[in-house]
């Protein structure tokens, strides 16, 4: 699973991202959010760990653009702005979930792999692997955004059958 931190505190992100991998995350790192916004648009993200107060470009706005995402990824806010206020507007704004500092990474694990589970449990009528993008509603197929010639078109079927029942 790929998980994008988003942080501007470089100690906290190397910590993170450390412990992350050691439990089995393909992490990567962005330190504003102009280059989270770069990072999500080149890799399809399972999560983003977002802080709100960022360079450049803000959290909230990052979450705003992110949302309009064809796959967007679920996004968990970790940031220390902790007041009702802060919390409901994140969540009003598209996050899937909000954790203040100070935390125990064992929450933002235990959260982290909640939104893993949440993103895959919703049946969705594309599957994604790589550049390959199978369209089981439209029993069709693309590659890096060229449409397949389908030779493969009863397997397809079975499978997006398969899918169904």
Sequence with gaps: MRVLL???YEPLRRSMAQRLREVGFAVDGAADGDQALRSAGAVDY???????MLPRVDGLTVLRRL???QHPPRILILTA????????????AGADDYLV??????????RVKALVRRRYSV??????VGDLVVDTSARGAARAGNPLDL???PYLARMCSARVS
């Design 46 to 52: 399972d999560v983003l760990v977002l802080d709100l």
């Design 81 to 92: 702005k902790d007041t009702v206020a802060d919390r409901v507007a994140g969540l009003e």
């Design 67 to 69: 949302r309009r995402a």
């Design 6 to 8: 988003v942080e501007d």
């Design 123 to 128: 049946q969705s009528p594309t599957i994604l």
């Design 101 to 110: 500092k100070p935390f125990a990474f064992e929450e933002l694990l235990a």
């Design 151 to 153: 030779i493969l078109q």
